[in-house]
């Protein structure tokens, strides 16, 4: 059966809670930092199960560890043996209980787990804590990934990171951002609604120096770096989000992906006793495709048809298609260090 992607934001988007303050977040312009659980865990369980689909579930939102209902949750999850948990935190919290929890001893649980040093409140101490749930997940055999925002302030931080993961046999991979510098978060978020066929993912590119953005392609998955840093509009292509993937919100509300989530790109409401994923792939409403996990639904013949091997495996993403044997310890690491050398050389251009 093909697995439904699903990002549960059972606790309320990225404007709800969490404990640290990242001069990035893509919540901050509304952040609310409040708890949005419903309570009712039995009601969820229902819903998911008139799916009829193995569930890939992924936690990315404001803390989930800090959330409410999220030790409910993971339990819920752990219950189903075809069902999966990708979390993505700040690892501020001990992953102890997820540890031992079904999920965890089933092996079907993988971390990412995101270092902000510029959002903890103290960064050397918030960095021992970090590497210390590193360690306990990898003593624990939990598939764990470290990823960093390819923020322009963070970005001198990352050698130090990369050596102590270096160390530890850890995988690491960097996110792109786009900079207020180019352009206001938002007059993005109105460019983006008023003119989606236009609107620029290239300011992602153009935020960069020459140095940084090719560090960035050099830690991207090929096809991310096609439609999630525009090299290609993802505007009007066939995607099987709202069929094979869902964002579904902490009220229930079904929509497509995390980047078309408003009203007209709604699927449902997965409360409902009627509730059934579209049938057919949708055409994309956006120009570029914000989230690497959208590219799971995203068919391009190019990289063949839906190289979902993150299905099994979260991190191959990042990885498939580049020139490298098993194991590997990070993606492309020697292409991410030859452009730290040269970052470190130049300085910022901003
Ligand atoms: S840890 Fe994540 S959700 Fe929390 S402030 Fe930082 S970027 Fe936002
Ligand atoms: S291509 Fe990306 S942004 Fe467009 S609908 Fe699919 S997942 Fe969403």
Redesign the pocket.
């Known amino acids: 059966m093909k697995q439904l992607f699903l990002f549960w934001q059972f606790n309320g988007d990225?404007r709800s809670f969490?404990n640290?303050?990242?001069p990035?977040?893509?919540?901050?312009m509304g952040k609310t930092y409040r708890h949005y659980w419903n309570n009712n865990i039995d009601k969820w369980e229902r819903a998911f199960k008139r799916l009829k689909r193995d569930i890939y579930f992924v936690f990315s939102?404001?803390?989930a560890f800090g959330s409410h209902g999220f030790y409910e949750c993971v339990d819920m999850i752990g219950k189903h043996p075809t069902w999966t948990l990708n979390i993505i935190t700040?690892l501020s919290f001990s992953p102890e209980r997820v540890i031992h929890s079904r999920l965890g001893q089933d092996k079907r649980v993988f971390i990412t787990a995101?270092w902000?040093p510029l959002?903890v409140h103290n960064p050397v101490e918030g960095w021992k804590t970090f590497t210390t749930h590193l360690l306990m997940l990898k003593a624990a055999d939990i598939p764990t990934h470290v990823m960093m925002v390819w923020y322009r302030p963070q970005i001198p931080l990352i050698p130090d990171v990369f050596e102590w993961l270096d160390r530890h046999d850890i995988r690491f991979s960097v996110r792109r951002y786009v900079h207020d510098t180019i352009a206001h978060p938002l007059f993005r978020k109105i460019l983006r609604r008023v003119a989606p066929k236009s609107f620029a993912g290239k300011i992602v590119l153009d935020s960069y120096t020459d140095a940084e953005r090719e560090f960035l392609y050099a830690s991207t998955s090929p096809k991310v770096t096609k439609y999630g840093l525009n090299m290609s509009s993802t505007y009007g292509k066939l995607c099987y989000a709202g069929k094979d993937m869902l964002l579904i919100k902490h009220d229930g509300t079904a929509a497509l992906c995390a980047c078309c989530y408003g009203s007209p790109h709604r699927v449902g409401n997965i409360f409902s006793s009627t509730f059934k994923p579209r049938t057919q792939p949708t055409y994309c409403p956006t120009n570029t495709c914000g989230g690497d996990f959208g590219m799971v639904v995203l068919p391009d013949e190019a990289f063949g048809v839906l190289p979902n091997q993150m299905w099994k495996d979260t991190f191959i993403s990042q990885t498939e298609h580049l020139p490298q044997g098993h194991p590997v310890p990070y993606p492309h690491r020697e292409e991410m260090m030859k452009w730290l050398e040269v970052i470190r050389r130049k300085p910022s251009q901003s």
């Open positions: 990225n969490c640290q303050h990242c990035y977040c893509y919540g901050r939102y404001g803390e700040n995101c902000h959002g």
